[in-house]
Nanobody, 126 residues
Framework: EVQLVESGGGLVQAGGSLRLSCAASGLTFDDYAIGWFRQAPGKEREGFTCISSSDGSTYYADSVKGRFTVSSDNAKNTVYLQMNSLKPEDTAVYYC???????????????????WGQGTLVTVSS
C-alpha cells in the first residue's frame, strides 16, 4: 500500500520556523514528483512547492519563495519542507502528494497526483 505521512506541524509565533516531513512508503522514491499543498479555512487548496526526486528540481509559488525550502532524502523516502519567517497567513493544513514520473517544472505533476497524505496542521500566531 502506498502511503504518505506528514509530520512536524504545530503552533509557532510569527517569524518562527517549522520543518515538515513527508515520509513515503510502498513506492520507489527515485522517480516521483512530490508536491506540498496547503488549505486554510474557507480558502482553496494551494500547491505552493514541489520537488522532483529524480533530479532534485524544485518549484516555488511566489507566496513562499525565499521563505520555504523543499528538499528530498531519497535514501529515507522522505521529503522535507523547511519553513522560515512564518506569517499568520501561512496557517493551514499542509499536505504532501505524489505523482510517479518526471515532470519539469515539477508543478506539472499536480494533475497526475496519485496519493495524498493525511495532512498536518500549522498554526502561526501573530
Amino acid at each position: 500500500e502506498v502511503q504518505l505521512v506528514e509530520s512536524g506541524g504545530g503552533l509557532v509565533q510569527a517569524g518562527g520556523s517549522l520543518r515538515l516531513s513527508c515520509a513515503a512508503s510502498g513506492l520507489t522514491f527515485d522517480d516521483y514528483a512530490i508536491g506540498w499543498f496547503r488549505q486554510a479555512p474557507g480558502k482553496e487548496r494551494e500547491g505552493f512547492t514541489c520537488i522532483s526526486s529524480s533530479d532534485g528540481s524544485t518549484y516555488y509559488a511566489d507566496s513562499v519563495k525565499g521563505r520555504f525550502t523543499v528538499s528530498s532524502d531519497n535514501a529515507k523516502n522522505t521529503v522535507y519542507l523547511q519553513m522560515n519567517s512564518l506569517k499568520p497567513e501561512d496557517t493551514a493544513v499542509y499536505y504532501c502528494a505524489a505523482a510517479s514520473g518526471s515532470y519539469y517544472p515539477c508543478n506539472r505533476a499536480y494533475r497526475y497526483l496519485e496519493v495524498w497524505g493525511q495532512g498536518t496542521l500549522v498554526t502561526v500566531s501573530s
